[in-house]
């Protein structure tokens, strides 16, 4: 993969509990931009937006950016893990 676009696929897609599929770097750009400025100062989603910079510039650091999503929607009790 030489270049991340909106469809290009997340590492592994993440199931939300209000039942949206997060599956695409549009899906993560789109949830991101919707992030509450007081949820974008919180560290995790400092790092979130942080590391999808990162791999919007180099994209081997996509499966690190998408770990980190799912770890702050973990943090944050918005993933649906009851498959798991």
Not at 36 to 50: T, Y
Request: proline residues 5%; charged residues 30%; glycine residues 4%.
């Amino acid at each position: 993969m030489l270049e991340l676009e909106k469809r290009s696929p997340l590492a592994f897609p993440i199931a939300l509990k209000d039942g949206r599929m997060l599956e695409t770097v549009g899906d993560a750009a789109d949830y991101l931009s919707k992030l509450h400025s007081d949820q974008r100062e919180r560290p995790h989603w400092k790092m979130v937006i942080m590391m999808f910079n990162n791999a919007m510039r180099e994209p081997r650091y996509l499966r690190t950016a998408t770990v980190n999503l799912r770890s702050a929607l973990v943090y944050d009790r918005l993933v649906d893990d009851t498959g798991l």
